[in-house]
T-cell receptor, first 114, second 114 residues
Framework: DQQVKQNSPSLSVQEGRISILNCDYT??????FLWYKKYPAEGPTFLIS?????DKNEDGRFTVFLNKSAKHLSLHIVPSQPGDSAVYFC?????????????FGQGTILTVHP | DGGITQSPKYLFRKEGQNVTLSCEQN?????MYWYRQDPGQGLRLIYY???????QKGDIAEGYSVSREKKESFPLTVTSAQKNPTAFYLC?????????????FGSGTRLTVV
């Protein structure tokens, strides 16, 4: 049972435009959400996170939105740059910042064209 | 610099052989994790350990074994019982705290059965 789903395997955008990556979850116990960025043959790196007590968190060009009622979160990248081309994973955790293990989505391949 | 080191980067295994993937961290993190990445399936949890000398099965533990004799080390053995071991393996660690950035990942080991 896939508790965290990224239904778009890939996304292609033009440089300078907005990239929107989506993630849906089914487990209502999840209360902390993270986005990771991954290049081929490398480990994922942390990008941005959001607690369930918030509905928006912003860090530079990256903004994460959380809609708890819809069990949906999205990552907005504005403006998109070619260096943003990578695989983006959504992850969720139950139990806040405790030792709870992360559940990952399948990933979305983002390609930003110059 | 603190971080997680996985070795080797590439590993080839013959049918019926056991192989061990190394994971070492100098971040003083309490918890360590092993994930497997397959195309289109995201990251799936194999085993995790929250403290030394203790570990728990993740979602796909069959055919794998681990040990946690030292805080810094969490080796993963892929046994001959693992039916489809060819994959990209990622080790991660973290400790809870106010500045929660999720997991720190290693750079991964690509295992291929020949």
């Amino acid at each position: 049972d896939q508790q965290v789903k990224q239904n778009s395997p890939s996304l292609s955008v033009q440089e300078g435009r907005i990239s929107i990556l989506n993630c849906d979850y089914t487990n209502s116990m999840f209360d902390y959400f993270l986005w990771y960025k991954k290049y081929p043959a490398e480990g994922p790196t942390f990008l941005i996170s959001i607690s369930s007590i918030k509905d928006k968190n912003e860090d530079g060009r990256f903004t994460v939105f959380l809609n708890k009622s819809a069990k949906h979160l999205s990552l907005h990248i504005v403006p998109s740059q070619p260096g943003d081309s990578a695989v983006y994973f959504c992850a969720a955790q139950a139990g806040g910042t405790s030792y709870g293990k992360l559940t990952f989505g399948q990933g979305t391949i983002l390609t930003v064209h110059p | 610099d603190g971080g997680i080191t996985q070795s080797p980067k590439y590993l080839f295994r013959k049918e019926g052989q056991n192989v061990t993937l190394s994971c070492e961290q100098n971040l003083n993190h309490d918890a360590m994790y092993w994930y497997r990445q397959d195309p289109g399936q995201g990251l799936r949890l194999i085993y995790y350990s929250q403290i030394v000398n203790d570990f728990q099965k993740g979602d796909i533990a069959e055919g794998y074994s681990v040990s946690r004799e030292k805080k810094e080390s969490f080796p993963l053995t892929v046994t001959s019982a693992q039916k489809n071991p060819t994959a990209f393996y990622l080790c991660a660690s973290h400790s809870p705290g106010h500045n929660y950035y999720g997991y720190t990942f290693g750079s991964g080991t690509r295992l291929t059965v020949v």
